[in-house]
């Protein structure tokens, strides 16, 4: 049963969505334990939606520590059919300013230690990942964008610029880059750096989820000459500047949303992804991933 089709994942700075009414919150079990906190739902605009903090409502979760699993699978229950990831980062191109919002549509994976699949037990499956990101629903993310930046609506989003398309570093953390590894990513052509989209992304897929990340540049990562006078203080401002902003984009996407859902590959992305024969397959791991394999037993 669907209980929300839009899910959204609240990064660093952003805990709660202040626009959502009737909320409620839901606790949710899953195969792989539970989610990093209570899944609040609620209606935004007119349209039912799941949110999810994803370090949890304290922040008391480090990036390496993040139920990414229980995270996607809990959504899945909820009936989840696309999800927005909104994720503070580092910016690693001059031109993606602190403040500015860049919907990547390419990650390179630099983590060490994340658990990024439902599959094993005994069922093995490969889903297609080059194009990581739903490119239909990433397009919506950003005509949201547009919509609140160009034009008489500017002053929706002060001070933001749209990037669309770039390539996400997801790194291990806690620390960040070194200034060697920053400028190493930089020659690679990537646009900003994070700890978190790349395993999401990845189990989204597996979970049959439509997803798109919305990146939002809290400040340059270390590579920049004036790296130095960058402050805790600044980050954190940009980091609530950043959670206003977000929320301002997320309501005009699922708006667009709920009124034009677009197709996405991601619906049907296990349909030729599992190699083993289900019918031989262990009945314990069938069970465990029943909300995913179900449609094709």
Known sequence: MTIAQIGIIGGSGLYKMESLKDVEELEVQTPFGSPSDALILGTLGETRVAFLARHGRNHTLLPSELPFRANIYAMKQLGVEYLISASAVGSLKEEAKPLDMVVPDQFIDRTKNRISTFF???????????????????????????????????????????????????????????????????????????????????????????????ALVTDYDCWHPDHDSV???????????????????????????????????????????????????????????????????
């Open 231 to 297: 402050t805790v203080e600044m980050v954190i401002g940009n980091l609530h500047k950043n959670a206003v902003n977000a929320q301002k984009v997320i309501q005009e996407t699922v708006k667009r949303l709920t009124e034009n859902p677009p197709a996405s590959d991601a619906h049907s992305a296990l349909k030729y992804a599992i190699l083993t024969n289900l019918d031989k397959a262990p009945a314990a791991t069938k069970e465990k991933l029943g909300l995913l394999l179900n449609k094709y037993l």
């Open 120 to 214: 094993g037990e005994g069922i093995v499956a490969h889903i297609t990942f080059g194009e990581p990101i739903c490119k239909n629903l990433a397009s919506v993310v950003a005509d949201a964008i547009a919509t609140l930046t160009e034009g008489n609506a500017s002053l929706n989003l002060p001070d933001v610029s749209l990037h669309r398309g770039g390539t996400y570093v997801c790194m291990e953390g806690p620390a960040f880059s070194t200034k060697a590894e920053s400028n190493l990513y930089r020659s690679w052509g990537a646009t900003v750096i994070g700890m978190t989209n790349l395993p999401e992304a990845k189990l989204a897929r597996e979970a049959e989820i439509a997803y798109a990340t919305l």
